[in-house]
């Protein structure tokens, strides 16, 4: 089990700090590295309950070290970037992470997301969907967290399992991609279409992986996506 340490991987002191002060005045305990070469080994040894991440750091950068953390761990990642337009770019690459913040930021926004991801993540599956899903050779296990293809366990994160669970409750039927943000999101956050297709490109490529590059996510021009 992960305690409630928040690791915040972050080079510029002051922002840093700032974080430490908000997100310790709300009850969480915080570890700052200020440089990106242990990130990777301190999160696996830490076992943390979630990361902040800043996208330019010394010794490796903010990308390298999320794409090698979800390697091994689904815990949330927060990532922080200096630039709005760079937001865009992050969410065509293949990152796994769950959430994006601009710099300059309003800490209590940043402390606001912490919590709404967290509660996300530690939500307790709505009854009726905590049964084992199995199609096509994929299992889910909601209780666990769990999905597999045949033995292979796959390391989806949080949102992507609930995009999972929710097309594969009825596989064939196509979701609009406002009814995939409502049931991955369990806030009442709007993201946008983009963000929507990017985890599910993301999705898609594990799961094609894991399959022998069969294609089980189908889109629906206009419409949004299904699984058959
Ligand atoms: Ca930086």
């Known amino acids: 089990m992960t305690d409630q340490t928040i690791i915040i991987v972050e080079d ?33 040894a830490g076992n943390p309950a979630f990361v902040i991440l ?29 630039r709005v337009d760079e937001i865009d ?25 912490v919590r709404t991801i967290l509660r996300r993540v530690n ?9 084992i899903v199995e199609y ?7 209780d666990r967290f769990l999905c597999q293809v045949g033995d292979e366990e796959l390391d989806l994160t949080p949102v992507e399992f609930r995009m999972l669970q929710t097309l594969l409750s009825h596989p064939g039927r196509v979701y609009s991609r406002e009814s995939l943000m409502r049931s991955s999101y369990h806030d009442d956050r709007v993201v946008s279409d983009r963000t929507i297709d990017s985890h599910i490109k993301n999705l898609r490529k594990k799961l094609s992986r894991a399959m022998g590059d069969e294609e089980v996510i189908h889109s629906t021009y206009g419409v949004g996506y299904k699984i058959e």
């Open 123 to 131: 939500q307790p599956p709505v009854s009726g969907t905590r049964d």
């Open 54 to 82: 800043d996208l330019m750091l010394p010794g490796k950068d903010g990308l390298s070290i999320c794409r090698e953390v979800r390697q091994f761990s689904s815990v949330p990642i927060l990532m922080l970037t200096a």
């Open 89 to 113: 770019r992050l969410l065509g690459l293949e990152m796994g992470a769950d959430d994006y913040v601009c710099k300059p930021f309003l800490p209590r926004e940043v402390v606001a997301r």
């Open 136 to 142: 096509r050779g994929i299992s889910l296990f909601p």
């Open 12 to 44: 510029e002191d002051k922002i840093a700090q700032i974080l430490v002060d908000y997100l310790e005045k709300d009850g969480f305990k915080t570890r700052v590295l200020n440089d990106g070469s242990d990130a990777v080994a301190v999160i696996k």
